[in-house]
């Protein structure tokens, strides 16, 4: 039998040797692309930066018609501060003068008029300051850098003109909060009264719906 020859088949036998020759080539360079990244430790993410604060607050406001026994009281305590804050009638400015001048004394006292500055500055840093005018108080300690004796000191400090201010003590103040919780706990058990009271009768009404 006679075969013939393909012409093409010097060119056909190139075209493959050059695909192989570019396969081997790719694979080549994979297998190093791999091979360095094996290499390489990658490095860990950077945890970014935080810090947890815990803090607690307590305020009181008394409301009444008589002006002078309206007052506001705020008290906020982080992990870093400490604030004081309260607005009263002018008639108490001097009793808050005297309890403040008792505990703080004369130094590092500033006084402009009716205006009472306590400060207190360490390396260009605000330690302490308490800044009195007529019926407003302003207290702030930097409890980081302040030592905690002083800090207890204010602490205690500002509990006394709290309760001075709003003219109540610690019992009181006990019995209010619980004659408060007794109001909400009634006020709460209302409400679900009311809303089984209306679920019994949204039920009636489906009855009287399903019997129609």
């Not at 192989?20 to 950077?46: D, E």
């Not at 500002?158 to 103040?173: H, R, V, W």
Request: glycine share 4%; with cysteine.
């Amino acid at each position: 039998m006679n075969f013939k020859k393909s012409k093409n088949v010097e060119g056909s036998i190139r075209i493959i040797d050059v695909k192989r020759t570019v396969c081997l080539m790719l694979v080549t360079a994979l297998f190093s692309t791999f091979g360095l990244n094996a290499q390489t430790t990658p490095k860990p993410p950077t945890p970014p930066n935080s810090k947890t604060s815990t803090s607690k607050s307590y305020a009181i406001e008394i409301d009444t018609d008589d002006e002078e026994h309206n007052s506001s009281v705020s008290i906020s305590i982080s992990d870093d501060s400490y604030k004081f804050r309260a607005s009263y009638h002018k008639s108490k400015n001097n009793g808050v003068k005297t309890m403040l001048l008792n505990q703080l004394g004369k130094s590092n006292l500033s006084i402009n008029g009716n205006t009472y500055l306590w400060s207190n500055n360490q390396s260009g840093n605000e330690v302490f300051e308490c800044k009195l005018t007529n019926g407003r108080l302003r207290m702030h300690v930097d409890t980081e850098v302040a030592s905690k004796s002083f800090v207890e000191k204010i602490n205690k400090l500002g509990n006394n003109l709290k309760y001075y201010i709003s003219g109540t003590d610690a019992k009181k103040e006990s019995e209010k909060a619980a004659a408060k919780a007794k109001r909400e706990l009634e006020r709460a058990e209302r409400e679900l009264e009311r809303a089984k009271r209306e679920a019994e009768r949204a039920a009636r009404e489906a009855k009287r719906t399903e019997k129609n």
